[in-house]
């Protein structure tokens, strides 16, 4: 049996539909590899009340955590074993950084209301497998004029799992979704 490609994309769309359909307000997104932080949901509603960042895409920072221990992780310790990703802004607890590199936007932890996701209109269909959807997803966001908000206190925490470096295992995933990717954003 031949193995078939996740459609990430397809089924972040399907779940927002899903929500939306029930009345979702405010859509949040995580991994299903991360732990949100205790405050992640009820810092990013609180930042949604405010009318100045309503219509962005709001970022929580994202901390990769070491190998666990072989009992796993206390839940209570995990925010202290890692700091977030430096490749990503880290604002502090409370505050909030707007950015206009959307570039640096990752699906790994991300909210938006019910009007900015429909004003970005979802994650393009046609990447398959790993890499390239999520980036894509920022250049739609910086195309329809929606802001990228980094919002410290929204912690999320990617959990270990052995990775290749470079990622060998997901080549050809990468190299068909770079060629979507440049074939609709150059």
């Excluded at 397809?10 to 979702?24: K, S």
């Excluded at 409370?94 to 970005?120: K, P, Q, Y």
Aim: with cysteine; glycine share 10%; proline share 9%.
């Amino acid at each position: 049996m031949k193995e078939r490609n996740l459609p990430f994309a397809r089924a972040r769309n399907l779940g927002a539909a899903h929500a939306l359909e029930r009345g979702a307000e405010l859509l949040v997104f995580l991994d299903v590899d991360c732990v949100p932080g205790e405050q992640l949901l009820e810092r990013y509603r609180q930042v949604v009340l405010h009318a100045e960042h309503r219509g962005s895409l709001l970022c929580g920072t994202v901390s990769y955590l070491p190998p666990p221990g072989p009992n796993g992780y206390r839940l209570s310790d995990i925010p202290a074993l890692a700091a977030p990703h430096p490749g990503r802004p880290a604002p502090p607890a409370g505050e909030i950084l707007r950015s206009a590199d959307h570039e640096l936007f990752w699906s790994l932890s991300f909210a938006v209301t019910a009007d900015t996701w429909d004003a970005i209109g979802g994650f393009c269909k046609d990447y398959e497998g790993c890499g390239g959807e999520d980036t894509d997803y920022g250049q739609k966001a910086r195309a329809a004029d929606v802001p990228l908000t980094w919002v410290g206190g929204a912690p999320a925490f990617h959990q270990h799992h052995p990775v290749s470096d470079p990622p060998v295992s997901h080549l050809h995933d990468i190299l068909r979704n770079a060629e979507t990717f440049h074939r609709r954003w150059g």
